[in-house]
């Protein structure tokens, strides 16, 4: 089992390395058994982590998800459901965790952080192609995802001064990729245009959701990526879904590589193992399994609300499997449980810590919930679903509903009609949703 360890002698106080990745789907990593090999410095961390397979967002997008994350609240329980770049969450854990004496540290790459981080003192924002290129014609911000790379970068020189790591630090680091634009320009999209997945997969031309901008041109392949894939068609774009597919799993595989040269870095500075370090995704992405193709923010299915967690305690050596249901906003006080902070009253979230060592008593007050309000005008206002005893509910504004069977049918193509379930399902998802 997974101890609490602050205070004891031979133990000290844990470092924390929060890595969340933007828009990262679990099922795409080849560590949940994705059939491409998108993540291998991450499934080598998973042999010494526990694995969450089935942790679930708050929310289907970036601003409340992370709040949540920060909060550990659901999001219904802040006001930073809609696109604005003006909000604060109040009552942010990591601010306890600084209480506490940790350095704490913020490097972020999507510009929704630049408020949502501002309890931190030492903050890094890669989001100003400028900044980060600087004219430099080499940096090509279009398709090679150089935000992370800068990211990465920053932790790294971040972690080599003594001054910071001396004491306990808590680094909070949020990577942009696999968000749209689906990078081209990583070096990996040329494998998985070639490979058997691609070629056994059904191509389904793109349903356009109306951005164009993510849009993938003959202009944007290398050479090698051009000459498998062939002449764009005629309408100035590729709309083969299995191309963007394999984009998207590109930039899996590229962010995977940056977090690994983190984990090495950590490795060799001899801070790996008296440290937590949790790699987990904000929210997921519909490929061309939900409409609107490659997007998210827009409906409450598991391609969105299905995200990889992995944590990796002090001195943990052996990978551990936790299959029960559990969300984001457990994470931060799963940190405090262990460090011996107290949580405070207000959160939602519950420590992971029982839920790993099997000795959990109020899974009843442990609902999975997740909650979207429409951020386009005239749609049917607010969204939430709830998961329990592999059933899920999602329940939409206008008072409709679907039932699915997760356990039969993960991929939630068929509603099933079964009342006393609903039923059961509406009285628990109450209990806890006003």
Not at 178 to 184: A, C, E, N, R
Request: proline share 5%.
């Amino acid at each position: 089992g997974i101890e609490n360890s602050f205070g004891e002698a031979d133990q000290g106080r844990p470092n924390v390395i929060f890595i969340v990745v933007d828009n990262l789907r679990g099922d795409h990593l080849s560590t949940y058994g994705y059939e491409r090999d998108t993540s291998p410095y991450i499934s080598a961390f998973a042999g010494s982590a526990v694995r969450f397979t089935h942790a679930i967002s708050p929310a289907p997008w970036t601003l409340p998800a992370y709040t949540s994350i920060l909060t550990g609240k659901h999001a219904f329980h802040h006001a930073l459901n809609q696109p604005t770049l003006t909000g604060t969450p109040t009552g942010v854990l990591p601010k306890y965790l600084m209480d506490e004496g940790y350095k704490a540290v913020s490097i972020q790459t999507n510009n929704y952080l630049q408020n949502l981080d501002q309890a931190f003192k030492e903050r890094y924002h890669y989001f100003d192609p400028e900044e980060i290129c600087g004219g430099d014609p080499a940096c090509d911000w279009e398709n090679n995802g150089v935000q992370d790379v800068a990211a990465i970068e920053r932790a790294i020189k971040w972690i080599n001064v003594s001054d910071n790591t001396g004491k306990g630090f808590f680094m909070f680091i949020g990577l942009i990729n696999p968000h749209l634009d689906y990078k081209t320009g990583n070096g990996y999209l040329e494998e998985f245009v070639n490979d058997s997945t691609y070629s056994s997969a059904q191509p389904l031309p793109l349903t356009l959701s109306g951005d164009l901008g993510y849009l993938i041109t003959y202009a944007d392949l290398s050479s090698e990526a051009q000459a498998c894939l062939g002449a764009e068609p005629d309408i100035g774009y590729y709309d083969d879904s299995r191309l963007y597919i394999a984009a998207y799993d590109s930039e899996i595989k590229h962010t995977d590589y940056n977090i690994g040269l983190l984990i090495s870095e950590l490795k060799r500075l001899g801070l790996y193992d008296g440290s937590i370090i949790i790699i987990t995704a904000d929210h997921g992405e519909n490929m061309d399994d939900f409409w609107p193709t490659f997007s998210h923010g827009n409906n409450l299915y598991n391609s969105l609300i299905h995200v990889p967690l992995l944590i990796k305690f002090p001195g943990q050596t052996e990978g551990l499997d936790v299959d029960t249901y559990i969300r984001t906003i457990d994470i931060l006080p799963t940190v405090f449980d262990y460090a011996g902070i107290e949580l405070p009253s207000d959160a939602d979230g519950r420590s992971l810590i029982p839920v790993i060592n099997n000795t959990v008593t109020d899974a009843e007050e442990r609902p999975v919930l997740s909650y979207r309000e429409d951020i386009f005008a005239g749609g049917e206002g607010k969204y939430v679903s709830v998961i329990k005893d592999g059933f899920k509910l999602i329940k939409k504004g206008d008072g409709s509903y679907a039932v699915y069977n997760l356990e039969l049918d993960p991929s939630e193509k068929y509603r099933i009609t079964d009342p006393e379930r609903a039923k059961a399902l509406f009285d628990y998802l109450h209990l806890h949703y006003k």
